[in-house]
């Protein structure tokens, strides 16, 4: 059976996530995160693929990427696998799969939402670890937008250089928005979401990716149908 296609469009916001499988680490310590964020940043750059933000949790890795090129979403993650599993299965001395079968995306409407979608993925280390705060997690991109550090795979959103006029009023804006944190309802969208391959965002959002790709991204309701919502995933 021929694999279903991929959601994905040049220009556009997406959430990619890869599982260890059956939820095992895919990192054995600090080196293998390093050599992990220090791939990405080659293979984004050589396919031309925007990272905005990512966390590295012990068996998931988080990204907001935007490609110049539909394809490059797909190439960026075949090479990571390749690159990355290769040098963890030596270093390790192991054999065999380390992700759990393919990457999965979403897609998100940035411009809407694309400061939400930092801001979910900067939170899962405290959401889903000991991390006590996003800041001070060292593998995520929190750090750089909070202005602990610069890191040269970040490439800002938009929506983050329009929190304020200085590096000090986007870093204290963002803080103030890592604090407060996003709606449960919306985290639970972007996790559905990026699980059932769909959108998060407008329904006219999700009409124009439906146009585009001719994947169905909007979820399917059983039974009678219902007044139009206004957001979908």
């Excluded at 990619?16 to 310590?29: A, E, I, W, Y």
């Excluded at 250089?161 to 944190?181: I, K, S, V």
Aim: proline content about 3%; overall charge positive.
């Amino acid at each position: 059976m021929a694999r279903a296609k991929r959601l994905a469009l040049a220009g556009e916001l997406h959430h990619l996530m890869q599982r260890g499988h059956n939820r095992q680490s895919v990192f054995g310590d600090d080196a293998d995160r390093a050599s992990y964020l220090s791939m990405l940043h080659v293979a984004a750059t050589d396919y031309g693929v925007a990272i905005h933000a990512y966390a590295l949790l012990d068996a998931e890795v988080h990204l907001l990427a935007t490609p110049q090129e539909a394809p490059a979403i797909s190439r960026l993650m075949q090479s990571m696998g390749r690159r990355y599993v290769t040098r963890f299965n030596r270093r390790h001395a192991r054999s065999g799969t380390l992700w759990e079968g393919r990457f999965r995306t979403s897609l998100i409407e940035g411009a809407a939402l694309g400061l939400d979608a930092v801001i979910y993925v900067e939170s899962l280390p405290v959401r889903t670890g000991p991390v006590g705060a996003a800041g001070d997690c060292l593998w995520s991109s929190a750090g750089h937008h909070l202005g602990h550090r610069r890191d040269a795979l970040i490439t800002e959103l938009a929506a983050y250089w329009a929190l304020g006029n200085t590096p000090f009023e986007r870093e204290l804006a963002h803080a103030h928005r890592l604090q407060e944190g996003v709606e449960r309802t919306l985290c639970e969208r972007f996790e559905m979401a990026v699980l059932q391959g769909r959108t998060v965002g407008s329904t006219s959002f999700a009409a124009a990716v439906e146009e585009q790709t001719g994947l169905p991204v909007r979820a399917r309701v059983r039974g009678r149908p219902r007044h139009p919502r206004i957001d979908t995933f």
